[in-house]
Nanobody, 115 residues
Framework: QVQLVESGGGLVQPGGSLRLSCAAS????????MGWYRQAPGKQRDVVAT????????NYADSVKGRFAISRDNAKNTLYLQMNSLRPEDTAVYYC????????WGQGTQVTVSS
């Protein structure tokens, strides 16, 4: 069964940057649109960014457009999210998965933006 392992989260000050990674086991990674999702306390899990199979097209939620960049390395079965100009409202647990959802959720990685 394919497993997703997110990493790279942490505590950062407003305006700072983080780079998240998602390692996927199995070959399903390279044949699916992938996405980053996030869930803040007390809120539903929402999609933040998606990227097509070959990496040619990326889409972003309005709240992160211009600040976040999604990328993928199919040879390494790894998805990335570069997050710049972080804001307190970006605080959440971040997850990766296919788009639409096809895999069990991983454990996620906590991102906390606070001074």
């Amino acid at each position: 069964q394919v497993q997703l392992v997110e990493s790279g989260g942490g505590l950062v000050q407003p305006g700072g940057s983080l780079r998240l990674s998602c390692a996927a086991s199995g070959s399903i990674f390279s044949i699916n649109t992938m996405g980053w999702y996030r869930q803040a306390p007390g809120k539903q899990r929402d999609v933040v960014a998606t990227i097509t199979t070959g990496g040619s097209t990326a889409n972003y939620a309005d709240s992160v457009k211009g600040r976040f960049a999604i990328s993928r390395d199919n040879a390494k079965n790894t998805l990335y999210l570069q997050m710049n100009s972080l804001r307190p409202e970006d605080t959440a647990v971040y997850y990766c998965n296919t788009r639409p959802l096809r895999l069990p959720w991983g454990q996620g990685t906590q991102v906390t933006v606070s001074s």
